[in-house]
């Protein structure tokens, strides 16, 4: 997606979801807030959990705390590192996770879907955008309803 990125970067994206199973999703309501609450925890591990690492691994201070904000996507749509972190995120989901994801919610309407894309888009860059419509493999039983999401026309 972006051979040119920077050192940080690259090690942000590898970073960004360490050990992520230390904190199960059900340790926190299943509400709107209970996900932020532990988003906002996840971000917080992972990059504290990624700074341990780079430290042992001799990665000078400045390059820890840039990771670190990076991890914890701090300028999103602002700094152009942490979007490419986001858009990165992003298309992983759609092309790897979306489908077992669906899979997983049979309680949700293809209304709730739809919503959760639209989130996920507004999240992404236009080159992200272009990415995930052409450089990621969608999942293909899911892509009348990702369009209609997310495509202003509806696909």
Same mark, same amino acid.
């Given at each position: 997606?972006?051979?040119?990125?920077?050192?940080?970067?690259?090690?942000?994206?590898?970073?960004?979801?360490?050990?992520?199973?230390?904190?199960?999703?059900?340790?926190?309501?299943?509400?709107?807030?209970?996900?932020?609450?532990?988003?906002?925890? &996840?971000?917080?591990?992972? #990059?504290?959990?990624? =700074?341990?690492?780079?430290?042992?691994?001799?990665?000078?201070? $400045?390059? +820890?705390?840039?990771?670190?904000?990076?991890?914890?996507?701090?300028?999103?749509?602002?700094?152009?590192?942490?979007?490419?972190?986001?858009?990165?995120?992003?298309?992983?989901? &759609?092309?790897?996770?979306? #489908?077992?994801?669906? =899979?997983?919610?049979?309680?949700?309407?293809?209304?709730?879907? $739809?919503? +959760?894309?639209?989130?996920?888009?507004?999240?992404?860059?236009?080159?992200?955008?272009?990415?995930?419509?052409?450089?990621?493999?969608?999942?293909?039983?899911?892509?009348?309803?990702?369009?209609?999401?997310?495509?202003?026309?509806?696909?």
């Amino acid at each position: 997606f972006a051979p040119e990125a920077p050192q940080a970067l690259r090690l942000s994206v590898r970073c960004q979801h360490i050990q992520r199973l230390r904190i199960p999703r059900d340790t926190y309501p299943r509400t709107p807030l209970g996900y932020q609450q532990w988003r906002t925890q &996840l971000m917080k591990f992972h #990059a504290e959990t990624a =700074a341990g690492i780079l430290r042992e691994v001799g990665y000078e201070e $400045a390059m +820890i705390e840039r990771v670190k904000s990076l991890v914890r996507k701090e300028g999103l749509k602002r700094d152009p590192d942490c979007q490419g972190l986001e858009d990165v995120v992003d298309l992983v989901f &759609l092309e790897s996770y979306l #489908a077992d994801f669906v =899979a997983s919610h049979p309680e949700y309407d293809e209304a709730k879907f $739809a919503d +959760i894309l639209k989130k996920t888009w507004r999240k992404m860059s236009p080159r992200g955008h272009e990415a995930a419509l052409s450089m990621i493999k969608l999942p293909e039983h899911l892509l009348p309803v990702i369009h209609r999401a997310v495509l202003p026309d509806g696909g």
